[in-house]
Protein backbone atom coordinates (compact mmCIF):
# COMPACT_ATOMS: atom_id res chain seq x y z
CA UNK A 1 0.00 0.00 0.00
CA UNK A 2 1.49 3.88 -0.51
CA UNK A 3 -0.03 6.81 -0.06
CA UNK A 4 -1.23 9.45 -2.53
CA UNK A 5 -1.58 13.10 -1.57
CA UNK A 6 -4.65 14.60 -3.42
CA UNK A 7 -4.32 17.50 -6.31
CA UNK A 8 -6.62 20.39 -6.96
CA UNK A 9 -9.14 18.99 -9.09
CA UNK A 10 -8.75 15.62 -8.46
CA UNK A 11 -11.71 12.95 -7.73
CA UNK A 12 -11.70 9.31 -6.98
CA UNK A 13 -12.43 7.84 -10.48
CA UNK A 14 -9.82 9.93 -11.46
CA UNK A 15 -6.81 9.15 -8.68
CA UNK A 16 -8.08 5.41 -9.50
CA UNK A 17 -7.63 5.87 -13.34
CA UNK A 18 -4.15 7.10 -13.32
CA UNK A 19 -2.91 4.63 -10.43
CA UNK A 20 -4.24 2.00 -12.93
CA UNK A 21 -6.70 0.59 -10.58
CA UNK A 22 -10.51 0.00 -10.69
CA UNK A 23 -12.57 3.05 -8.50
CA UNK A 24 -14.34 0.06 -6.41
CA UNK A 25 -10.38 -0.91 -5.39
CA UNK A 26 -10.05 2.29 -4.36
CA UNK A 27 -13.08 2.56 -2.35
CA UNK A 28 -12.35 -0.53 -0.51
CA UNK A 29 -8.61 0.40 1.06
CA UNK A 30 -9.91 3.63 1.68
CA UNK A 31 -13.61 3.57 3.87
CA UNK A 32 -14.29 6.98 4.39
CA UNK A 33 -15.30 7.69 1.10
CA UNK A 34 -18.38 5.90 1.09
CA UNK A 35 -19.23 6.32 -2.80
CA UNK A 36 -17.37 7.77 -6.02
CA UNK A 37 -19.18 10.87 -5.88
CA UNK A 38 -17.52 12.16 -2.71
CA UNK A 39 -15.29 15.13 -3.37
CA UNK A 40 -11.81 14.43 -2.46
CA UNK A 41 -9.87 17.68 -0.89
CA UNK A 42 -6.70 18.71 -1.68
CA UNK A 43 -4.00 17.22 0.55
CA UNK A 44 -6.01 14.34 1.47
CA UNK A 45 -3.91 11.21 1.62
CA UNK A 46 -5.15 8.14 -0.23
CA UNK A 47 -4.31 4.91 0.26
CA UNK A 48 -3.49 3.04 -3.32
CA UNK A 49 -3.12 -0.48 -3.47
CA UNK A 50 0.37 -1.20 -4.53
CA UNK A 51 -0.78 -3.94 -7.24
CA UNK A 52 -2.19 -2.47 -10.82
CA UNK A 53 -5.21 -3.93 -12.07
CA UNK A 54 -4.25 -4.66 -15.96
CA UNK A 55 -7.54 -5.23 -16.47
CA UNK A 56 -8.40 -1.84 -15.80
CA UNK A 57 -10.11 -0.01 -18.66
CA UNK A 58 -8.29 2.34 -20.51
CA UNK A 59 -10.00 5.36 -22.11
CA UNK A 60 -10.64 4.97 -25.95
CA UNK A 61 -12.90 7.46 -28.38
CA UNK A 62 -16.82 7.27 -27.28
CA UNK A 63 -15.54 6.40 -23.30
CA UNK A 64 -15.53 8.51 -20.64
CA UNK A 65 -13.98 6.85 -17.40
CA UNK A 66 -13.62 9.80 -14.90
CA UNK A 67 -14.33 13.34 -14.88
CA UNK A 68 -12.68 15.72 -17.02
CA UNK A 69 -11.39 18.93 -15.68
CA UNK A 70 -8.74 22.05 -16.39
CA UNK A 71 -5.70 20.13 -15.26
CA UNK A 72 -6.86 17.17 -17.31
CA UNK A 73 -7.48 20.06 -20.55
CA UNK A 74 -3.92 20.96 -19.82
CA UNK A 75 -2.59 17.71 -20.17
CA UNK A 76 -4.45 17.01 -23.14
CA UNK A 77 -3.24 20.17 -24.94
CA UNK A 78 0.35 19.86 -23.95
CA UNK A 79 0.46 16.34 -24.91
CA UNK A 80 -1.45 17.20 -29.15
CA UNK A 81 0.75 20.18 -29.04
CA UNK A 82 3.61 17.88 -28.83
CA UNK A 83 2.22 15.31 -31.34
CA UNK A 84 1.01 18.04 -33.76
CA UNK A 85 3.37 21.11 -33.49
CA UNK A 86 2.63 22.34 -37.01
CA UNK A 87 -0.94 21.53 -37.15
CA UNK A 88 -1.98 22.84 -33.75
CA UNK A 89 -2.15 25.65 -32.04
CA UNK A 90 -2.64 26.90 -28.34
CA UNK A 91 -2.71 29.69 -26.85
CA UNK A 92 -3.96 30.99 -23.87
CA UNK A 93 -6.83 34.32 -23.98
CA UNK A 94 -7.91 35.13 -20.71
CA UNK A 95 -8.12 33.72 -17.08
CA UNK A 96 -11.08 33.12 -15.29
CA UNK A 97 -11.54 34.26 -11.82
CA UNK A 98 -9.56 32.06 -10.09
CA UNK A 99 -6.81 32.67 -12.68
CA UNK A 100 -6.97 29.54 -14.69
CA UNK A 101 -6.04 29.86 -18.43
CA UNK A 102 -8.62 29.89 -20.89
CA UNK A 103 -7.31 27.95 -23.71
CA UNK A 104 -7.88 28.41 -27.21
CA UNK A 105 -6.95 26.26 -30.42
CA UNK A 106 -6.09 26.75 -33.54
CA UNK A 107 -6.71 24.41 -36.71
CA UNK A 108 -6.17 25.55 -40.14
CA UNK A 109 -5.11 27.55 -42.38
CA UNK A 110 -7.94 28.64 -44.66
CA UNK A 111 -9.82 32.25 -44.85
CA UNK A 112 -12.79 30.73 -43.58
CA UNK A 113 -13.13 31.04 -39.22
CA UNK A 114 -15.63 28.87 -37.53
CA UNK A 115 -15.63 29.07 -33.61
CA UNK A 116 -16.84 25.90 -31.33
CA UNK A 117 -16.65 26.35 -27.40
CA UNK A 118 -17.73 24.24 -24.76
CA UNK A 119 -17.54 24.61 -21.16
CA UNK A 120 -19.81 27.48 -20.14
CA UNK A 121 -21.40 25.76 -17.66
CA UNK A 122 -19.94 24.05 -14.82
CA UNK A 123 -22.38 21.07 -14.54
CA UNK A 124 -22.21 20.46 -18.27
CA UNK A 125 -17.91 19.57 -18.11
CA UNK A 126 -18.54 16.78 -20.78
CA UNK A 127 -19.02 18.96 -23.49
CA UNK A 128 -15.24 20.14 -22.35
CA UNK A 129 -14.20 16.43 -22.92
CA UNK A 130 -16.09 16.17 -26.24
CA UNK A 131 -14.49 19.23 -27.99
CA UNK A 132 -10.71 17.52 -26.85
CA UNK A 133 -11.23 14.63 -27.94
CA UNK A 134 -13.19 15.48 -31.29
CA UNK A 135 -9.80 17.21 -31.92
CA UNK A 136 -8.12 14.96 -31.13
CA UNK A 137 -9.27 12.38 -33.86
CA UNK A 138 -9.12 15.88 -36.18
CA UNK A 139 -5.60 15.68 -35.65
CA UNK A 140 -4.85 12.21 -35.95
CA UNK A 141 -6.91 12.40 -39.10
CA UNK A 142 -4.57 15.31 -40.54
CA UNK A 143 -1.45 13.18 -39.54
CA UNK A 144 -2.15 10.41 -41.41
CA UNK A 145 -4.22 12.08 -44.18
CA UNK A 146 -6.89 9.39 -44.10
CA UNK A 147 -10.66 10.29 -44.35
CA UNK A 148 -12.71 10.97 -41.41
CA UNK A 149 -16.12 9.47 -41.55
CA UNK A 150 -15.85 10.25 -45.44
CA UNK A 151 -14.57 13.66 -44.66
CA UNK A 152 -11.52 14.73 -46.17
CA UNK A 153 -9.81 16.49 -43.16
CA UNK A 154 -6.73 17.73 -45.29
CA UNK A 155 -8.86 19.77 -48.01
CA UNK A 156 -11.01 21.27 -45.58
CA UNK A 157 -8.72 22.70 -43.53
CA UNK A 158 -7.26 24.32 -46.88
CA UNK A 159 -10.03 26.45 -46.68
CA UNK A 160 -10.59 27.20 -43.25
CA UNK A 161 -9.16 27.71 -40.08
CA UNK A 162 -11.22 25.87 -36.62
CA UNK A 163 -10.68 27.91 -33.59
CA UNK A 164 -11.70 25.58 -30.25
CA UNK A 165 -12.05 27.22 -26.15
CA UNK A 166 -13.39 23.83 -24.96
CA UNK A 167 -13.72 25.18 -21.63
CA UNK A 168 -14.73 28.49 -20.74
CA UNK A 169 -15.90 27.88 -17.16
CA UNK A 170 -12.84 26.03 -15.65
CA UNK A 171 -13.27 27.14 -11.81
CA UNK A 172 -17.06 26.38 -12.25
CA UNK A 173 -16.60 22.87 -13.45
CA UNK A 174 -13.56 22.41 -10.86
CA UNK A 175 -16.50 23.35 -8.06
CA UNK A 176 -18.61 20.60 -9.65
CA UNK A 177 -15.85 18.09 -9.88
CA UNK A 178 -13.70 18.66 -6.32
CA UNK A 179 -16.32 20.80 -3.86
CA UNK A 180 -15.63 23.57 -1.74
CA UNK A 181 -12.79 23.31 1.45
CA UNK A 182 -11.29 24.92 3.36
CA UNK A 183 -7.99 27.72 1.77
CA UNK A 184 -10.06 27.50 -1.57
CA UNK A 185 -10.48 31.34 -2.37
CA UNK A 186 -13.91 31.59 -2.96
CA UNK A 187 -15.05 29.23 0.32
CA UNK A 188 -16.88 31.95 2.27
CA UNK A 189 -18.84 33.02 -0.72
CA UNK A 190 -19.46 29.81 -2.45
CA UNK A 191 -21.12 28.26 1.00
CA UNK A 192 -22.84 31.32 1.18
CA UNK A 193 -24.99 31.22 -2.56
CA UNK A 194 -25.35 27.61 -2.04
CA UNK A 195 -26.89 28.50 1.03
CA UNK A 196 -23.95 25.88 3.20
CA UNK A 197 -24.97 22.65 1.01
CA UNK A 198 -22.10 21.28 0.18
CA UNK A 199 -22.39 19.41 -2.96
CA UNK A 200 -22.59 21.02 -6.13
CA UNK A 201 -23.82 18.84 -8.74
CA UNK A 202 -26.49 21.58 -9.81
CA UNK A 203 -23.88 24.68 -10.21
CA UNK A 204 -23.42 25.56 -13.36
CA UNK A 205 -22.14 29.19 -12.71
CA UNK A 206 -18.71 30.61 -12.68
CA UNK A 207 -16.79 30.63 -9.33
CA UNK A 208 -18.95 33.71 -8.26
CA UNK A 209 -22.41 33.12 -9.01
CA UNK A 210 -22.54 34.75 -12.50
CA UNK A 211 -24.20 32.68 -15.33
CA UNK A 212 -21.38 33.16 -18.37
CA UNK A 213 -24.53 32.16 -20.87
CA UNK A 214 -26.38 35.03 -19.57
CA UNK A 215 -24.10 37.48 -19.76
CA UNK A 216 -24.62 38.78 -23.39
CA UNK A 217 -25.36 42.18 -24.15
CA UNK A 218 -28.80 40.73 -26.11
CA UNK A 219 -31.87 41.12 -24.52
CA UNK A 220 -30.17 41.19 -21.16
CA UNK A 221 -31.99 43.48 -19.56
CA UNK A 222 -35.32 41.55 -20.33
CA UNK A 223 -33.43 38.10 -19.07
CA UNK A 224 -32.52 39.91 -15.80
CA UNK A 225 -36.08 40.44 -15.26
CA UNK A 226 -36.71 37.11 -14.88
CA UNK A 227 -33.37 36.11 -13.22
CA UNK A 228 -32.29 35.96 -9.20
CA UNK A 229 -30.91 39.37 -9.07
CA UNK A 230 -27.88 38.61 -6.70
CA UNK A 231 -24.89 35.76 -7.25
CA UNK A 232 -26.88 32.61 -7.08
CA UNK A 233 -25.58 28.72 -8.85
CA UNK A 234 -27.59 29.28 -12.01
CA UNK A 235 -29.37 32.06 -14.27
CA UNK A 236 -27.54 35.07 -12.28
CA UNK A 237 -26.75 37.35 -15.63
CA UNK A 238 -24.12 39.66 -13.22
CA UNK A 239 -24.69 43.24 -12.05
CA UNK A 240 -24.10 44.09 -16.16
CA UNK A 241 -23.32 42.53 -19.29
CA UNK A 242 -19.74 41.16 -19.60
CA UNK A 243 -18.77 41.38 -16.24
CA UNK A 244 -16.89 37.89 -16.06
CA UNK A 245 -13.19 37.88 -16.87
CA UNK A 246 -14.56 34.56 -18.87
CA UNK A 247 -17.16 36.31 -20.82
CA UNK A 248 -14.46 38.78 -21.72
CA UNK A 249 -12.17 36.69 -22.54
CA UNK A 250 -14.27 35.47 -25.34
CA UNK A 251 -15.81 38.46 -26.52
CA UNK A 252 -12.68 39.91 -27.69
CA UNK A 253 -11.91 36.29 -29.62
CA UNK A 254 -15.11 36.99 -31.15
CA UNK A 255 -13.87 40.34 -32.41
CA UNK A 256 -10.74 39.64 -33.48
CA UNK A 257 -11.49 36.80 -36.08
CA UNK A 258 -13.89 37.51 -38.93
CA UNK A 259 -16.30 33.64 -37.72
CA UNK A 260 -18.79 32.84 -40.15
CA UNK A 261 -20.55 30.96 -37.88
CA UNK A 262 -20.58 29.62 -34.28
CA UNK A 263 -21.24 26.24 -32.72
CA UNK A 264 -21.82 26.21 -28.91
CA UNK A 265 -21.94 22.83 -26.58
CA UNK A 266 -24.49 23.01 -24.09
CA UNK A 267 -26.00 19.79 -22.17
CA UNK A 268 -28.73 18.51 -22.02
CA UNK A 269 -31.52 17.61 -24.07
CA UNK A 270 -30.22 16.18 -27.69
CA UNK A 271 -31.62 19.68 -29.44
CA UNK A 272 -30.18 22.16 -31.74
CA UNK A 273 -31.29 26.04 -31.02
CA UNK A 274 -30.51 28.10 -34.62
CA UNK A 275 -32.27 31.30 -34.24
CA UNK A 276 -32.79 34.49 -32.05
CA UNK A 277 -35.63 36.69 -32.26
CA UNK A 278 -35.84 36.18 -36.22
CA UNK A 279 -32.48 38.31 -36.93
CA UNK A 280 -30.69 35.13 -37.56
CA UNK A 281 -29.66 34.77 -41.97
CA UNK A 282 -32.06 32.81 -43.83
CA UNK A 283 -29.45 30.22 -44.28
CA UNK A 284 -29.58 29.47 -40.64
CA UNK A 285 -32.33 26.92 -40.81
CA UNK A 286 -31.08 25.03 -43.71
CA UNK A 287 -27.56 24.60 -41.38
CA UNK A 288 -29.58 23.46 -38.83
CA UNK A 289 -31.18 20.57 -40.46
CA UNK A 290 -27.87 19.56 -41.78
CA UNK A 291 -26.73 19.24 -38.35
CA UNK A 292 -29.50 17.45 -37.54
CA UNK A 293 -29.48 15.05 -40.39
CA UNK A 294 -25.35 14.20 -39.38
CA UNK A 295 -26.70 13.46 -35.42
CA UNK A 296 -30.34 12.80 -35.24
CA UNK A 297 -30.73 15.54 -32.53
CA UNK A 298 -33.91 17.82 -33.16
CA UNK A 299 -33.78 21.18 -34.81
CA UNK A 300 -35.47 24.26 -32.53
CA UNK A 301 -35.82 27.96 -34.34
CA UNK A 302 -35.62 29.61 -30.32
CA UNK A 303 -35.03 28.97 -26.67
CA UNK A 304 -37.22 31.73 -25.90
CA UNK A 305 -34.49 33.04 -23.84
CA UNK A 306 -32.16 36.22 -24.56
CA UNK A 307 -28.32 37.16 -23.44
CA UNK A 308 -26.56 33.76 -24.76
CA UNK A 309 -23.35 33.90 -26.61
CA UNK A 310 -25.10 32.63 -29.55
CA UNK A 311 -27.62 35.22 -28.80
CA UNK A 312 -25.60 38.04 -29.40
CA UNK A 313 -23.71 36.82 -31.93
CA UNK A 314 -26.81 36.30 -34.20
CA UNK A 315 -27.83 39.97 -33.43
CA UNK A 316 -24.34 42.03 -33.40
CA UNK A 317 -22.91 39.79 -36.57
CA UNK A 318 -25.61 38.73 -38.32
CA UNK A 319 -24.13 35.86 -38.78
CA UNK A 320 -25.32 32.00 -37.93
CA UNK A 321 -24.62 30.79 -34.32
CA UNK A 322 -26.03 27.65 -33.26
CA UNK A 323 -26.49 26.07 -29.82
CA UNK A 324 -25.55 21.78 -29.52
CA UNK A 325 -27.48 20.53 -26.53
CA UNK A 326 -25.70 17.15 -26.28
CA UNK A 327 -26.77 14.21 -24.61
CA UNK A 328 -30.15 13.63 -22.53
CA UNK A 329 -30.83 13.14 -18.68
CA UNK A 330 -30.09 15.99 -15.85
CA UNK A 331 -26.91 17.71 -15.42
CA UNK A 332 -23.89 16.66 -14.39
CA UNK A 333 -24.69 13.84 -16.65
CA UNK A 334 -23.21 10.05 -15.92
CA UNK A 335 -20.48 9.01 -17.37
CA UNK A 336 -22.15 6.18 -19.38
CA UNK A 337 -23.93 9.17 -21.27
CA UNK A 338 -20.74 9.66 -22.96
CA UNK A 339 -20.94 7.05 -25.65
CA UNK A 340 -24.25 8.48 -26.81
CA UNK A 341 -22.74 11.75 -27.06
CA UNK A 342 -19.82 10.70 -28.87
CA UNK A 343 -21.99 9.06 -31.42
CA UNK A 344 -24.40 11.32 -32.02
CA UNK A 345 -21.97 14.34 -32.06
CA UNK A 346 -18.68 13.17 -33.92
CA UNK A 347 -20.27 14.07 -37.39
CA UNK A 348 -22.17 17.09 -36.54
CA UNK A 349 -18.94 18.35 -35.66
CA UNK A 350 -17.45 17.67 -38.65
CA UNK A 351 -20.56 18.39 -40.84
CA UNK A 352 -20.06 22.03 -38.62
CA UNK A 353 -17.00 22.40 -40.77
CA UNK A 354 -18.54 22.33 -43.78
CA UNK A 355 -21.64 24.55 -43.87
Known sequence: MKT??????????K????HEISPYSLLKVNPWFTSLQD?????????????????????????????????????????????????LSVKTIGESVCHQPIYHMKIGKGNKHIFYS????ANEWMTSKFLVDWVEEVLRALYSENLLYDYNLSQIFESITLHVVPMVNPDGIELVHQGVYDGHPFAQ??????RSVERFDHWSANIRGVDLNHQWPAGWEEENLLSPQKPWPRHFGGPHPLSEPEVKA?????????????????SQGQLIYWGYRHKEPK????????LAVKSSYTPVHTAESDAGYKDWFIQDFKRPGFTIEIGVGQNPLP?????????NNVELALEGLVL
Open 4 to 13: YIAGQGDTLR
Open 335 to 343: LSAYEEIWV
Open 283 to 290: ESEEMARK
Open 39 to 87: YVQPNTHVWIPTEKEPETAKEKPGSCLYEFGPKDLAMKLSMLQALYPSR
Open 15 to 18: IAYF
Open 189 to 194: TVRHIN
Open 118 to 121: GGWH
Open 250 to 266: IYQLTNTYPFQHVLTFH
